[in-house]
């Protein structure tokens, strides 16, 4: 019984990792994706999988290892599209910094005036 759940841990946190790499792939787009962040959990991830094989626990070594597998992919992904962004992030910033303006426009003008 705890196996299955163990199993469906892995199953969901497989597909956890799913948008993240399939944005990455179809759209060629890095942004707001830390290359160091899933570095560290490339590196946290061997540490606990060499725990999980000295442990002979088949589980925590699967999902060590899918972890591995989709932190690579991540990390490989982030490097080659380093720099690079889709329309609908570009389209995303570009509204937000319009808001920042607008908003700095509005505390300047209120300042002047006040």
Request: hydrophobic residues 55%; contains cysteine.
């Amino acid at each position: 019984m705890f196996e299955l759940l163990g199993v469906a841990g892995i199953v969901i946190s497989v597909l956890a990792y799913l948008p993240q790499v399939v944005h990455l792939a179809r759209q060629h787009c890095s942004a707001g994706v830390s290359g160091r962040a899933w570095a560290m959990w490339l590196a946290s991830s061997l540490m606990v999988g060499a725990l999980a094989v000295h442990r002979h626990d088949p589980i925590f070594v699967l999902l060590q290892v899918s972890t591995l597998l989709s932190a690579t992919v991540i990390i490989v992904l982030v490097h080659r599209y380093r720099g690079m962004i889709c329309l609908t992030h570009a389209l995303a910033a570009r509204e937000a910094a319009r808001h920042r303006l607008g908003d700095d426009l509005q505390s300047s003008s209120a300042a002047r005036t006040g």
